[in-house]
């Protein structure tokens, strides 16, 4: 299993080319588009939200996820007391591996240990493994939040729902 942490500064970059890696098949844009420019930005998304890590035995990064605490600018479908994630990526050298899943489970009990209620996330139509980690752990399609960005991209969402 992988071991999971805040991204370090030294990382910062790698970690930007493994996003940008990691969602590349899913893109219709060229190398320097605005999207992909933001899934690089791993630095701003370290300052306004929490970029968690997963690294190997030897320190190799396999994936990283932006965890959206309550007033950060990177949210955008939760509520007040809700969690929310973003920008799920696992090294495509690694995925099937559980990456994605040991990632989302840590943001999932750091929003319940916080008091959450749910936690939210949205994803591409077209990101079906993502889905099927997400349906894994209990998430369900909540499609009051689905939406489109701009034009041609179309995103669902997902619900966790953290009270018993």
Request: aromatic share 6%; charged share 30%; glycine share 8%.
């Amino acid at each position: 299993m992988p071991e999971i942490r805040r991204a370090r500064p030294e990382e910062l970059e790698e970690v930007g080319r493994t996003t940008v890696a990691a969602y590349t098949a899913y893109l219709d844009e060229s190398p320097e588009g605005d999207y992909v420019t933001h899934l690089r930005d791993a630095a701003r998304r370290d300052r306004e939200a929490e970029l968690w890590v997963a690294v190997d035995d030897d320190g190799t990064l396999l994936g990283s996820v932006t965890s959206c605490p309550e007033g950060s600018p990177w949210r955008e479908l939760s509520q007040p007391g809700e969690g929310e994630f973003r920008m799920l990526a696992v090294d495509p050298a690694a995925q099937g591996r559980g990456v994605g899943t040991a990632l989302v489970k840590h943001v999932v009990e750091a929003f319940r240990a916080q008091g959450a209620r749910a936690v939210v996330i949205c994803s591409m139509t077209t990101m079906e493994a993502a889905h099927r980690v997400y349906r894994g752990l209990g998430f369900t399609c909540d499609p009051a939040l689905d939406w489109s960005p701009v034009p041609g991209v179309e995103l669902v969402a997902f619900r966790l729902d953290l009270e018993e």
